[in-house]
């Protein structure tokens, strides 16, 4: 009893303080989905209440991702209908079960970090790119698109979107952005901990606009552009609010597409956030993957019934929920109530939010997926990470960007990843060649000592270059070939050996030495073409 009550004295201020950092971000990611602002808070309450409740994790936290902000937009420009893409979420949550059921929850590791890292930072570039015209005020279009400031045409018409930018907006993002940087600084950040910079700019551009409009200043922010919740004056109004699946979708092969493409993507979001927060946990929980799936599976399949965005573990808020020192799920499942309390209680006040301030959240976000360093460090770990990265983030802006594939705006992620995969199998493939063994030809010359080392797994993919190494072996030298740590060799690659060892070799006065070797690979060790090295 006494465990429990220390827990809860943990637990719930965790709980209020994940349910500030998820307030806006619910809201912003709504904004950057092009979905109702209400399917965004739908999707954490079902985050928190229902996978909370059923998901074995301890600190992770679910809600709307903004992973998934660019697959969102595109699907739902791409499907035509919110009630048919919600069709999508629900085949989703119903693949994520499957792969609960099937114990495929270890699939993330199959996955190279390349591969993960391209993608996180093209959707970091989208989320930029798709916030700016939000952020500035010029948004006609509800999803925020780039080109809305980028005409093409005389060149007159480039500068014709500068008369509609809204200047007041443009203050309230800046001014947000500011408050979120310098409100991350140690001298702030190490002394209120608990109070997410992000809620501090939120709450600072809604009492700033509140001021402009008092004044009647021309810089205030009109209804345009703010948060726009429907205010229920009765539990039946609140219901009505719901949004529900036209389910002829199930029908609709683009809908089943964009389902799966769902599934897997918000799966491994999942796995690699749990992954993370299992690190991050003090007491070193390893939370069971394929229960989590089914978790997920189950959250997206309600909040496609009743109009919610896609969920995924988050690891922005699983982070706050562990720097708060939550002990429990009862933080994730308490911040889900808050969360429905605030939209029946509070949406009047919601509806003050500048939508400039969401978009400032999600500008800061996106930088952080796709800043710099992320170039460098990639560019730093070699070409066999790098390429498969630039693959993973070219193919996906390619995509979902710049339209460069007609009829596939919205696959990119998915189509991105695959690339991806092949560039890394590529790699993989190319690095294999080289690593079977070891031979510097440069550093040998006629007559040396030549150890050639095989490694662990030597396959018919090495047989191109092993039969190269041979073929350069100097005259008369002493090649000792040594298979001590080999589990297997292939049989090309056996046959290769016997040939160099009874043809090669004598031909060109080199003794070979052959050690380590097994039985079953039907090679004699210690075995000399010549009698004695000369």
Known sequence: MINKFSSLKRDIPAGIVVFLVALPLCLGIALASGAPFFSGIISGIIGGIIIGSISSSKLSVSGPAAGLAALVLASIQNIGQFDLFLCAVIIAGIFQIFMGVAKLGGIANYFPSSVIKGMLTSIGILIIVKQ???????????????????????????FVPLNHIDVGVTIVCILSILIMLIWERPFIKDRVKFIPGALVAVIFAVILNEILMISGSPLAISQDHLVNIKSAGSAKEFFSFFTFPDFSGFLNSKVIVTGLIIGIIASLETLLSIEAVDNMDPERNVTPTNRELIAQGIGNSVAGLIGGLPVTSVIVRS??????????????????????????????????????????????????LSKASVFKQMYQNGKYQFIPFMVTLGTILLIDLVGAVPGAKGEGLLIGVLCGLVAACFAILHGNLKNSYFFHKETYHAGDKIKIHLSEEVSFLNKASIRKTLDQMPEQALVVIDASDTQYIDFDVLELIKEFRDIKAPLKKISLQLIGFKEVYAIENDHNVISEHK
């Open 132 to 158: 700016i015209p939000h952020a500035l005020g010029y948004d006609k279009d509800e999803h925020g698109l780039l080109t809305e400031l980028l005409p093409f045409g005389d060149m007159h018409e480039l």
């Open 319 to 368: 982070s706050a929920n562990v720097n708060s020192g939550a002990k429990s799920k009862v933080s994730t499942i308490f911040h889900g109530l808050l969360l429905l309390v605030s939209v029946i209680l509070l949406p009047k006040l919601i509806n003050k939010i500048p939508l400039s301030a969401l978009a400032a959240i999600l500008l800061l976000t996106g930088y952080k």
